[in-house]
């Protein structure tokens, strides 16, 4: 067995690391992208926080082959994201809550996916975050109206599943509209499916029609399901999303849909993968490694007490022990705290661990903000250790006040144990870590 040289924290760092590398579009997406077509353009059409550098790393592939010339398009990716291109234009917007820059940027994709060619192969890329990004309200619908409606979802605490549901069906880009676009000039024949979607995952269970609210693959959801959800978490929708919700025009694509025979959808990187490899990083540094689950979703102070349970019986074996989870936990907001779900993952963790030596943990959004106000330099995440609590006593602070007010920013920012990376250019959802050294 090889001991870890590494103090824990550095240990913790360096799996998070590992973890977003192997998910940085210069490493996942370049096998997977298309020979070019034999006439026509490679219109490349994205939205998501990893979508700038999905478009890069596509010039420089596509460059490599001499067929650089034949790339246009644009992608639409979060403010403070974009990264420099040469054919492929960059257009920030916002994220969580969509504003106009979106809401032109989707109207824009929808006219050129319409647009294409008959021979154009249109390419489209995708990575967490392209549903706000991408935001074309339905008939009916304004921005503000929309913005309302993600807000009211946000606070209500609704998984990405029940809120991509309401999304996918006052949009003219989800739930497969964005292929009904594409599909309008083709013609049929040729080598290759006309539109190809190559995505990142960033949702529990890798779903397709989850990802980005799915644009272009069918939608097995439907308008009554939007309303279910709107019902269950107490919503008080405009009148206009009452009605755009019981319009049956406003219905998605289905399975069975024709538009969808000449198109291809495949994932390049999910939450599976950075695990896998931070746990054979944690196992070549000596601990064994326990994956708790790549689609982990609920409250996130409820995991974080099941996990500490969890960590407390581990550290009795007497091992070395790395516990391993991602997903997408949420929070119900109750104060007037900052914060975001990994951060308030790893005070609730504190508190139930209370102080037990030898156990470290680590709770981050691999792509860089975990909540915030929607700026790149908002907090990546939190670290703690045996002393987190005992550290916050002596600065005055009562770790369960701050938790109370959701406001776990402001604690790990006085504790000095808050993670700030900026954006990493991809987005595999959360990534948890608990080191056990009994």
């Known amino acids: 067995m090889v001991i870890s040289p590494l103090p824990q924290r550095q240990t913790l760092l360096a799996l998070l690391d590992t ?19 034999a006439q026509g353009r490679i219109l490349v059409l994205g939205a998501g926080k990893g979508a700038a550098a999905m478009a890069r790393a596509a010039e420089r592939h596509y460059a490599a082959q001499g067929q650089i010339d034949r ?18 234009e960059v257009v920030e917007a916002g994220h969580p809550v969509p504003d106009a820059a979106g809401f032109r940027a989707a109207a824009r994709a929808l006219g050129l996916a ?11 890329l995708l990575a967490g975050g392209a549903s706000a990004l991408w935001s074309a309200p339905v008939e009916g619908l304004d921005l503000a109206t929309k913005q309302a409606v993600t807000r009211a979802l946000l606070r209500s605490g609704a998984p990405i599943g029940e809120m991509n549901i309401v999304r996918r069906h006052i949009s003219r880009i989800k739930g497969g509209r964005l292929a009904r676009a594409g599909m309008s ?8 499916p006309r539109l190809i979607t190559l995505a990142i995952s960033d949702v529990p269970g890798d779903d397709p029609e989850a ?24 919503i008080d929708v405009p009148e206009a999303v009452a009605r755009a919700l019981a319009d049956p025009a406003n219905e998605t694509p289905k399975p069975r849909d024709p538009i969808f025979t000449a198109t291809r959808y495949q994932l390049v ?29 609920g409250e996130a102070r409820e995991v974080a007490g099941a996990h500490a349970q969890i960590a407390r019986e ?9 516990l391993l989870s991602g997903g997408e936990l949420t929070v119900t907001v109750r104060g007037n705290g900052s914060g975001g779900p990994n951060q308030e993952y790893a005070l609730a963790l504190a508190l139930a661990l209370e102080g037990t030596a030898g156990i470290v943990a680590i709770a981050a959004d691999t792509d860089g903000t975990d909540g915030g106000t929607g700026k790149p330099d908002d907090p990546m995440g939190a670290l703690i250790d045996a002393t987190t609590l005992a550290r916050a006593a002596a600065l005055g602070m009562n770790a369960a006040t701050f938790l109370d007010n959701n406001d776990s920013s402001g604690f790990f920012a006085a504790t000095g144990d808050l993670i700030v990376r900026g954006a990493t250019q991809t987005n595999v959802n959360d990534f948890r870590a608990i080191l056990i050294d009994p």
Not at 20 to 37: E, G, I, K, R, T
Not at 114 to 124: H, S, T
Not at 269 to 297: K, N
Request: net charge negative; with cysteine.
């Open 269 to 297: 990187a999910r939450p599976q993968i950075a695990l896998a490899a931070a746990a054979e990083q944690a196992r070549s540094l000596g601990y064994r490694p326990i994956l708790l689950g790549d689609a982990i979703e």
């Open 71 to 88: 790339l246009s398009g644009f992608i639409t990716t979060r403010h403070g994201y974009g990264v420099a291109t040469e054919r492929i």
């Open 185 to 192: 000039g083709y013609q049929g024949g040729g080598d290759q």
């Open 211 to 234: 990802i980005g609210s799915g644009p272009t693959v069918a939608d097995p959801t439907t308008l009554e399901q939007a309303r279910e959800v709107i019902a269950r978490r107490g």
């Open 114 to 124: 319409e647009a294409a060619a008959p021979d154009d192969l249109v390419l489209v």
């Open 314 to 322: 581990a550290r009795l074996k007497g091992e070395r022990i790395a």
């Open 19 to 37: 973890a977003v590398a192997v998910s940085h579009p210069d490493a996942c997406l370049p096998p997977h992208l298309p020979a070019a077509p």
